[in-house]
């Protein structure tokens, strides 16, 4: 229970990642806004944190949209009455393809909900932290948001601006007692993970070569990080990348 009556919230908690990590807030103690644009599947969401014993509040939102992203920090503050985490989570990625055959439509597609969508989520969440004189924000990032990869251009260079939004955010706060911090997963087992496999042609056996762990990992090991870095385990980290990846960016 490290995060006892804190205030959580995460967007794009309705599947994979963020909706791992919504139930890892709630069992932590936490109580759980979470936002994402598919009602029913958020509604299933809050019936599991709830029958674990969790509050919490589903909210209809696209972060790309900035009066969703501002009423959805609203609603948390008239609900719960502060906000102490936020996880940044909601993000896309665009087809895989090299470079040149990449359309404009799919880039500015991918960069208003992985950049725009986390600027718009940080300015509102840190003008509520502010206030309070503390909080702990959480952004998604991934390996590729470290180095670069064959035919998702798009998304790496959204995931290296993730990184850069991070860092230079947690020196903006690190004196106003506001941690930012970035999670980096690598090859995760998510409907995004298997698009993406898809779209490659290949299989889940292609990590055993890529992984030295030789195996993807689970959306319930990167929420654990995550919590980890909400909570005052974490009180002395900010602006720093946290690779949840199997050693494959080592190996």
């Not at 205030?7 to 994402?36: E, P, Q, R, Y």
């Not at 960069?111 to 959480?138: D, P, T």
Request: proline content about 4%; glycine content about 10%; overall charge negative.
């Amino acid at each position: 229970m490290i995060l006892k009556n804190k205030v959580a919230l995460v967007t794009g908690g309705t599947s994979g990642i963020g909706k791992a990590t919504a139930l890892a807030f709630g069992a932590a103690g936490a109580k759980v806004v979470f936002s994402g644009r598919r009602e029913a599947e958020g509604e299933a969401t809050a019936t599991l944190i709830r029958d674990a014993g969790a509050e919490c509040l589903f909210v209809r939102s696209d972060v790309s949209i900035e009066a969703d992203v501002q009423a959805l920090v609203e609603k948390t503050i008239a609900t719960y009455g502060r906000l102490d985490c936020a996880f940044n989570n909601a993000g896309i990625e665009p087809p895989t393809k090299p470079l040149h055959e990449q359309s404009i439509e799919d880039f500015d597609k991918v960069m208003s909900i992985n950049v725009r969508g986390l600027f718009l989520c940080m300015k509102y969440e840190i003008q509520q932290m502010l206030s309070q004189g503390s909080g702990a924000i959480v952004n998604t990032s991934s390996v590729g948001g470290l180095f670069g990869f064959p035919s998702f251009a798009p998304y790496v260079a959204s995931k290296h601006a993730v990184m850069g939004l991070t860092r230079s955010a947690a020196l903006d706060y690190a004196k106003q007692g506001i941690r930012i911090n970035a999670v980096n997963p690598g090859p995760i087992e998510t409907e995004m993970n298997d698009r993406i496999l898809e779209k490659m042609g290949a299989t889940v056996d292609i990590f055993d070569s890529i992984v030295p762990m030789g195996r993807m990992g689970q959306a319930e090991e990167i929420a654990q990080a995550v919590v980890f870095l909400c909570s005052d385990a974490a009180s002395y980290i900010t602006g720093q990348p946290l690779v949840v990846d199997g050693g494959a960016t080592v190996s």
